[in-house]
């Protein structure tokens, strides 16, 4: 056994022995060292590379299609984009050219390009490249003064002439704002505690407004932090709004509805984000005794593909300015989220018009105070001037296809004596609820159907129809009125 050993130990001496010889043979040959440096200093490097790369490298910006014959940039008359200088005359200037060669196009590229309001022209394409601020200056005194929009009577916050707005057109033609994903910021954030505080004599502007024009595209740009109503057509024809983002703050920020239609005919609004401080989308056309003589409604709207925040107001609503009358107006693949209501459609007696042909399909509600809402006691008016006897038409609204989860009152649909809410039909709905007393789905003078089955159970002010259309169980409650909730909706 200790022949045994030894022969082992012999073994393992010479087993050491052989490995150093071996290390000291590799590192004494020059060549391999020098292999294995250069080897540790390309990998060192590489990964250096890497690292600088993923840190600093800035991809070039994206090539702006030419999408007018004649192509202007901002930067050809003199403006600076560094956030200070004073930019409106390069825009006065470029807009005067193109309105001179009968149309062209104008480049925003990157940078913070500071101006007072301005307005473009007819056969007008505004591009703003990526990364591309157009900032409104926060100081009211550079701000123009504007006669009150006909249909309202007077500035819509104060009487008296109004703010225009950041960018503005009147009587315009093919006029087109787009971009690689742009912003146009109002830095409202001056104006909104001005407001609060009583210090502007004078209603607040809108970020974008055109007027009196037609055939109007605006996609793939981002509209911010308006003065007040962010996007505003007022009294326009064949408009298309398609792939944008409009923000202001949920809280703070009063009276910044993303899109208003108003008296506007052709309107298309889809594939868009839209997270403010107020409603929105609220169509509208024109207030109490003002709106009734101006006599031009908005019509022919489609709202798709949509998704929308607003814990202050609603999703999208319709009102309560329509005393010019709102029809046939379809919403579809709606989302609401984090917000205080869904749909609302809002009036009083004073309004006239009608609201009427309004058709919600495949809505989406997820964490909804109020999922629809009907109201016809909005009791605000321009003045002492509107007629108390003339009542708004509501009806000839149909749901079809809500789901949600997280809302706590489905459906509050409050019409009155005065103003009854005529032919609402409610058709494949399933809303998950948080409010548990026994009335959520609340009506009062309401005409209507359900067809098919639908949870929440609806109220008893509405005929009940199955999914063939046969009359089930007529309602003979219909001026029922459910009890009130304990907040305002």
Partial sequence: MADSFRFQYRNSNKFRFDYKRTLSLLFSSRWILFTLIWAIGFILIVAWQRTAIDRFWIPPPRPIPRLRSLVFSLT????????????????????????????????VEAGRWLTVPFNLTSHMTLFLSENSVVLGTDDENHWPLMPPLPSYGYGRECPGPRYGSLIHGQHLKDVVITGHNGTINGQGQTWWIKYRKKLLNHTRGPLVQLMWSRDIQISDITLRDSPFWTLHPYDCQNITIRNITILAPQSDAPNTDGIDPDSCVNMVIENSYISVGDDGIAIKSGWDQYGIAYARPSTNILIRNVTVRSMISAGV????????????????????????????????????????QISYQNLTLDN?????????????????????????????????????????????????????????????????ITYKKKRIFQCSFVQGRVIGKIFPKPCENLDLYDEEGRLIKQSTSQNTSTDTIDYDS
């Avoid at 050809?76 to 060669?101: M, P, S, Y």
């Avoid at 709606?334 to 309004?351: E, F, H, M, Y």
């Fill in 76 to 107: 050809d008359f003199g403006a600076v984009g560094d956030g200070v200088t004073l930019n409106t005359k390069a825009f006065e200037r470029a807009v005067a050219e193109i309105r001179k060669r009968g149309g062209g196009q104008l480049n």
């Fill in 317 to 356: 609503s319709i009102g309560s300015e329509m005393s010019g009358g709102v029809s046939n107006v379809t919403v579809e693949n709606l989302i609401v989220w984090n917000s205080k209501r869904g749909i609302r459609i809002k009036t009083s007696a004073g309004r006239g018009g009608y609201v009427r």
């Fill in 368 to 432: 909804v105070r109020v999922g629809i809402v009907m109201k016809t006691d909005y009791n605000e008016h321009p003045d002492e001037g509107y007629n108390p006897n003339a009542l708004p038409f509501i009806g000839d609204i149909s749901f079809n296809g809500i789901r949600g989860q997280g809302v706590r009152i489905p459906v509050r649909i409050y019409g009155s004596q005065e103003i009854p809410v005529r032919n609402v039909t409610f058709q494949d709905m399933l809303v998950g």
